[in-house]
T-cell receptor, first 114, second 112 residues
């Protein structure tokens, strides 16, 4: 059974710092991996989707990388801002049967201090 | 585009009561999903629908039923609510299985 781990569970950084969030998964037979942001009391907002054949995806100050063979993805946030404070979740989609079932990590809660 | 909408936003039920959570999307997506989010457990899939008239069980389907009324709407029904169903429920949709999923704002349900 696929397991997705996000460490640390919480992270606090000063404004302006570059930071990296980590996501690891146990089964490398994935179709793609998606990063989400969740603000308190809100739904999930999709940030980046990275296919298993890709190494990186970029959107603005965000860059996601994927190393399928080692079961790791990172989300790099450049020049962090207080508005980046939220919980960041990663989710993997398996290959083959049941490919509609995303497996989510429990998230990293990010606080960016002004 | 409203994206994915859910009603109600909040609900309190007594044990044994029934209710239906409504979800609609206006993005012409084929696939729709119901998740629940619990502290310490993360998001877990309850049911999935690939298209109108088709549904599949997810990881935690017990105690729930779903109905894909048409391409836009996917409802989740609790026939006899239990305190273990206290959770935040999210509906999501995607163009196809392998595409990005887009989430609604959630329904916060408390069963007493």
């Amino acid at each position: 059974k696929q397991e997705v781990t996000q460490i640390p569970a919480a992270l606090s950084v000063p404004e302006g710092e570059n930071l990296v969030l980590n996501c690891s998964f146990t089964d490398s037979a994935i179709y793609n991996l998606q990063w989400f942001r969740q603000d308190p009391g809100k739904g999930l907002t999709s940030l980046l989707l990275i296919q298993s054949s890709q190494r990186e995806q970029t959107s603005g100050r965000l860059n996601a990388s994927l190393d399928k063979s080692s079961g790791r993805s990172t989300l790099y946030i450049a020049a962090s801002q207080p508005g980046d404070s939220a919980t960041y979740l990663c989710a993997v989609r398996p290959r083959g049967a049941g490919s509609y079932q995303l497996t989510f990590g429990k998230g990293t809660k990010l606080s960016v201090i002004p | 585009n409203a994206g994915v909408t859910q009603t109600p936003k909040f609900q309190v039920l007594k044990t044994g009561q029934s209710m239906t959570l409504q979800c609609a999307q206006d993005m012409n997506h084929n696939s729709m999903y119901w998740y629940r989010q619990d502290p310490g457990m993360g998001l877990r899939l309850i049911y999935y629908s690939a298209s109108e008239g088709t549904t599949d069980k997810g990881e935690v389907p017990n105690g729930y039923n779903v109905s894909r009324l048409n391409k836009r709407e996917f409802s989740l029904r609790l026939e006899s609510a239990a305190p273990s169903q206290t959770s935040v429920y999210f509906c999501a949709s995607s163009y196809l299985d392998s595409y990005e999923q887009y989430f609604g704002p959630g329904t916060r349900l408390t069963v007493t």
